[in-house]
C-alpha cells in the first residue's frame, strides 16, 4: 500500500510539473510575441531603429530562458532561433517585404510551440 502511495505521489508531481512547464511556455511566448507585434508595428512605419530595439528585446527575453531545453524538443527550439536570425538580417537590410514575412514566420513558431506544450485531447492523442 506504501508503494501504491509513493506513485500516486510521484505522478501527481509530475503532472504538476508538466503544467507548470506548459503556463510558463505559454506565459512567454505570449510576451515574446507582443514585442514581436510591436516591432513590426515600428517597421511599417520605417523607424528601423525602434523596430530593431524591439526584435532584439524580444530575442533577449527568449534566450534567458534557457531551461527550456530541458523540457522541450531541440529541434523546434532551434527553428524558433533560425527565425530570430531570419528577422534580425532583414532588419538589418532594411527589407520590409521580407522582415514582415520572416516576422510573421516567427510569431507563427512561437504560437504553435506553446499550443503544441497544452495538456489537451489533441496533443494527448
Same mark, same amino acid.
Given at each position: ?37 510591436? $516591432?513590426?508595428?515600428? &517597421?511599417? =512605419?520605417?523607424?528601423?531603429?525602434? #523596430?530593431?530595439?524591439? @526584435?532584439?528585446? *524580444?530575442?533577449? %527575453? ?26 534580425? $538580417?532583414?532588419?538589418? &537590410?532594411? =527589407?520590409?517585404?521580407?522582415?514582415? #514575412?520572416?516576422?510573421? @514566420?516567427?510569431? *507563427?513558431?512561437? %504560437? ?14
Amino acid at each position: 500500500m506504501k508503494r501504491l502511495w509513493i506513485s500516486c505521489i510521484v505522478l501527481a508531481a509530475l503532472i504538476i510539473a508538466t503544467l507548470l512547464s506548459s503556463f510558463a511556455l505559454q506565459n512567454l511566448s505570449q510576451s515574446v510575441c507582443d514585442t514581436l507585434q510591436q $516591432a513590426q508595428t515600428y &517597421a511599417k =512605419e520605417e523607424d528601423w531603429d525602434a #523596430a530593431y530595439a524591439y @526584435s532584439a528585446a *524580444a530575442e533577449k %527575453e527568449w534566450v534567458s530562458h534557457k531551461s527550456l531545453y530541458a523540457v522541450t524538443r531541440h529541434t523546434e527550439l532551434n527553428g524558433v532561433y533560425e527565425g530570430f536570425a531570419q528577422v534580425n $538580417a532583414c532588419l538589418k &537590410a532594411r =527589407e520590409a517585404s521580407e522582415y514582415t #514575412a520572416a516576422n510573421a @514566420s516567427l510569431i *507563427a513558431r512561437l %504560437e504553435l510551440l506553446a499550443q503544441s506544450d497544452l495538456l489537451n485531447l489533441q496533443n494527448v492523442l
